[in-house]
């Protein structure tokens, strides 16, 4: 029973943290972690944007996991692109993890010890349990196929290699590793690092999601909501 109930608190205290992103109280979770060093430089993000180019350019703003659509998007939209004369190295593609999305922006081995598929509400689409890994990171050829389309390749490394930008928000992830490390009696500053140690290569981490969503606007973007 114990075991039960420190779940069900670990569970409660996780929505709190998104709770507290989306009304914008943001003081309190950042202040023991605000003078912590990490190796994940955001300050680098200004010059990240610099590689936006393309004639059509956009942005997927991802605020919670929505399926396949925040990966499905950008495929097509490149994918249609190309029917109407313009190839994918003339697409600016930008996506932006955060609030609860940001678990895609991290690897395997995160999602296996921390429950990432438990804690943000992502099912494993074959075994409709909990996902234990990324879903999107490297996935076997013929995973995702859309009707009438068949198969398409929408895993981050497949995106990448086509060309899409993926950065995720710093904020979002100090205030989501705070509370598990809390609810795990963890150092907040040991889990927050190991998480920005896990994330995905050629992920950029952004000072904020929304910060990384104005800055898109600012590179000629056209914004798109996808989730």
Same mark, same amino acid.
């Given at each position: 029973?114990?075991?039960?109930?420190?779940r069900?608190?670990? /569970?409660?205290?996780?929505?709190?943290?998104?709770? $507290?992103?989306g009304?914008?109280?943001?003081?309190?979770p950042?202040q023991?972690? !605000?003078?912590? *060093?990490i =190796?994940? +430089?955001? =300050?680098?993000?200004? %010059? &990240?944007?610099?590689?936006?180019?393309?004639?059509?350019?956009?942005?997927?703003?991802?605020? !919670?996991?929505?399926?396949? #659509?925040?990966?499905?998007?950008?495929?097509?939209?490149?994918?249609?692109?190309a029917?109407?004369?313009?190839?994918?190295?003339?697409?600016?593609?930008?996506? $932006?993890?955060?609030?609860?999305? *940001?678990?895609y922006?991290?690897?395997?081995? /995160?999602?296996?010890?921390?429950?990432?598929?438990e804690?943000?509400?992502?099912? +494993?689409?074959t075994?409709?349990?909990?996902?234990v890994?990324?879903?999107?990171?490297?996935?076997?050829?013929?995973?995702?196929?859309?009707?009438? /389309?068949? %198969?398409?390749?929408?895993?981050?490394?497949?995106?990448?290699?086509?060309?899409v930008?993926?950065? *995720?928000?710093?904020m979002?992830?100090?205030?989501? =590793?705070?509370i *598990?490390?809390?609810?795990t009696?963890? +150092?907040?500053a040991?889990?927050k690092?190991?998480?920005?140690?896990?994330?995905?290569?050629?992920?950029?981490?952004?000072? #904020?999601?929304? &910060?990384?969503?104005?800055?898109?606007? %600012?590179?000629?973007?056209?914004?798109?909501?996808a989730?």
């Amino acid at each position: 029973m114990n075991k039960t109930n420190q779940r069900r608190t670990f /569970l409660k205290q996780v929505a709190t943290g998104a709770a $507290v992103l989306g009304t914008g109280i943001l003081a309190a979770p950042f202040q023991s972690t !605000a003078n912590t *060093v990490i =190796s994940t +430089d955001v =300050s680098d993000a200004d %010059e &990240w944007f610099k590689q936006v180019k393309g004639k059509h350019r956009i942005i997927f703003d991802v605020s !919670a996991p929505n399926g396949t #659509s925040p990966f499905a998007w950008p495929r097509v939209f490149m994918m249609t692109n190309a029917k109407t004369g313009t190839p994918e190295n003339e697409c600016g593609v930008v996506v $932006v993890l955060r609030h609860s999305a *940001v678990p895609y922006a991290m690897n395997h081995q /995160l999602w296996e010890k921390y429950k990432f598929g438990e804690l943000f509400k992502i099912n +494993d689409d074959t075994t409709k349990a909990p996902a234990v890994k990324n879903p999107f990171w490297e996935p076997k050829p013929g995973t995702f196929k859309i009707p009438g /389309l068949g %198969e398409v390749q929408i895993g981050i490394n497949e995106l990448q290699a086509s060309g899409v930008l993926f950065c *995720v928000c710093d904020m979002a992830l100090t205030v989501h =590793s705070a509370i *598990v490390a809390k609810s795990t009696n963890q +150092d907040e500053a040991a889990v927050k690092q190991e998480w920005l140690a896990g994330i995905l290569p050629g992920v950029q981490v952004a000072p #904020s999601g929304i &910060w990384a969503v104005g800055r898109a606007q %600012e590179h000629g973007c056209a914004y798109c909501f996808a989730g």
